[in-house]
């Protein structure tokens, strides 16, 4: 009887170990955060220059991380020059129905300290800001 208990409570815990575990450890590897660079590479979605210093007048590319899926959101970022109260904002498509990431550029054309916001517009979700200057 020791044996058969012993064999169940071995079976029990072998299965347990095989259930799905929780999304957790997926949405671990991904942090909200919103980060600028001078360039990208799009095929393993890193940027290249990274910084918050820029030249007025160039492309500056963002790449948003969202620790939660983006479910097919549409992305905003929302850019704020510091002492102004309206923000420039700019809206890029939903590229895919899943994912944590997205990438593409923006410009500013006049020099100054900004703040740029990355949204999810599904939701209105504020993913993640970052503060930087073009000059």
Do not use: W
Request: net charge neutral; with cysteine.
């Amino acid at each position: 009887m020791k044996k058969l208990i012993g064999l169940l409570l071995l079976i029990i815990m072998i299965a347990s170990g095989c259930d799905k575990k929780s999304d957790s450890s997926s949405s671990d590897e991904f942090s909200n955060s919103l980060k600028l660079g001078t360039g990208m590479n799009a095929s393993n979605f890193t940027l290249t220059g990274e910084g918050t210093v820029f030249p007025s007048g160039t492309a500056i590319y963002f790449r948003l991380e969202s620790k939660d899926d983006m479910a097919g959101s549409p992305v905003r970022i929302s850019v704020l020059q510091t002492g102004s109260s309206t923000p420039e904002t700019h809206d890029f498509p939903s590229l895919q129905s899943y994912g944590h990431l997205y990438m593409s550029s923006i410009y500013v054309m006049n020099p100054g300290s900004y703040t740029a916001t990355g949204i999810l517009t599904s939701g209105s979700k504020t993913v993640a800001s970052i503060s930087f200057t073009v000059q």
